[in-house]
């Protein structure tokens, strides 16, 4: 549809030159607040509704915080209107019930707003309110950006020129504000790319690309995102790779550096495996028992019971006989996963339920699709290795193998699996 460029960027005092001077003519921004002014945001809700006392502390240092970027009399009234606004709602919210989910995503809204205020004084764009783009739905607790309608809305709104979203957060059919969820930003640009057929999607971070890699396919980067250190989620890509749009991943602290080109048939591997990525701070959890033998619809309540309690799942691996299924989550969604599991198989008395703490170590690659000898390769190199499967997972698309490890040796097993890639 258009010759525009995507960007998506996240707002830091240190970067906040380098930003204003990439959002250049042709230019669709997306920019969200970083961490530490988002906690600022989420602190004065914590105080004012948990605490029930004044947050004047964290206000004062988020007005100086936003005053620090622009000298601009507009602006600086904006903020201290802003800012007002915030103080009152949430002063208010101190004497009523109020769900603190939703208040948060409400003034987090604020935040991201006010980043791209004051990336608008510097460069005059048009300033559109991303959740006015992102129609969103939920399902099973977790936010759903509704394509069809984001994606008219998006067409309906940016029209041409320099435009600046605030980036992360959405609408749902309701009214209420709502958190898009994990690179939430790089998701909406993503989408935001897919919907106007830009020439070409830049997501901006700290690093010199994907672990200074030149060139991905879209399916190497999906492999290398699903890491817990990936600069966004792999969520961020799909709407790019359905649309053909190819992504530069580059770092702002350094933007003369090449970074990341991410297209189809892009790859920087000579041999049969591009890379190696791993998961540390991981919790393997397996359930197994005589009482799983022949039970329809058990896998499908563990999957669903974890969705319901908001926790993602990186590894399941279930064996044919039907006696155990085990599958991996965050060590700090421990505790709930055991919970919700126990939940569905106490009235089984032969069924049992172990935890532990592990690492996952992933190979992937576009060239390992049917290859014989790529699996006998890796388990060859942990062998050599003294490293111990525990459990192992293979892709049907063939482009990838995941293999759990006691988390002590998840250096050791990275460190043999790197020198076959």
């Known amino acids: 549809m258009c010759a525009m460029i995507v960007k998506s960027f996240v707002l830091r005092r240190e970067t906040f030159r380098e930003i204003t001077g990439l959002c250049s003519e042709g230019t669709v921004a997306v920019i969200r607040p970083e961490k530490k002014v988002e906690n600022l945001f989420k602190e004065a809700v914590r105080r004012s509704l948990v605490e029930k006392r004044s947050a004047e502390a964290e206000f004062a240092a988020i007005t100086d915080y936003f005053e620090s970027l622009s000298t601009d009399a507009l602006y600086r009234e904006k903020i201290a209107q802003t800012v007002h606004s915030v103080a009152g709602y949430l002063g208010e919210g ?4 109020a769900t603190l989910p939703s208040v948060e995503d409400y003034v987090m809204v604020k935040c991201a707003r006010l980043c791209a205020e004051a990336v608008n004084r510097q460069v005059q764009a048009t300033l559109i309110d991303g959740t006015e783009l992102m129609i969103c739905h939920q399902e099973a607790g977790q936010t759903v950006v509704d394509w069809n309608l984001s994606r008219e ?3 309906n709104r940016c029209k041409g020129g320099t435009i600046l979203i605030p980036g992360g957060y959405g609408r749902l059919d309701t009214g209420y504000v709502v958190r898009i969820g994990r690179g939430g930003a790089h998701v909406m640009a993503s989408l935001i790319a897919s919907a106007l057929g830009a020439q070409q999607m830049e997501c901006y971070v700290e690093k010199d690309g994907i672990a200074g890699i030149p060139a991905m396919s879209y399916d ?3 492999h290398y995102c699903a ?3 990936a600069p966004f989620p792999s969520a961020s890509l799909w709407p790019a790779k359905k649309s053909g749009i190819p992504i530069l991943v580059k770092n702002i602290l350094n933007p003369s550096f090449p970074g990341t080109r991410i297209a189809a048939g892009s790859s920087h ?3 049969t495996v591009s890379g190696v990525i791993s998961d540390a701070d991981v919790s393997l959890i397996t359930v197994y028992g005589t009482g799983l033998l022949g039970q329809v619809g058990m896998s499908s309540a563990i999957f669903s019971a974890m969705a319901q309690a908001g926790i993602n799942v990186r590894f399941i691996s279930q064996s044919s006989s039907e006696y155990s299924i085990s599958f991996a989550v965050r060590q700090e ?3 709930a996963a055991e919970e919700a599991v126990s939940a569905l198989v106490q009235s089984e008395d032969d069924v049992l339920i172990i935890s532990r703490e592990v690492g996952i170590v992933t190979v992937y690659g576009d060239k390992m699709k049917n290859v014989p000898g790529v699996s006998a390769k890796v388990y ?3 062998a050599a290795a003294g490293v111990n499967t525990i459990a192992a997972a293979q892709g049907g698309e063939e482009l990838s193998i995941s293999i759990v490890v006691e988390a002590d040796r998840l250096d050791k097993a990275v ?3 790197t020198e076959i890639a």
Do not use: P
């Open 94 to 97: 101190m004497y009523v019930q």
């Open 153 to 155: 809305e998006i067409r």
């Open 220 to 222: 190497e980067a999906a």
């Open 227 to 229: 890491s817990a250190d």
């Open 269 to 271: 591997a000579e041999g």
């Open 333 to 335: 969604d421990r505790q």
């Open 380 to 382: 060859a190199a942990l």
């Open 415 to 417: 460190q043999a699996l």
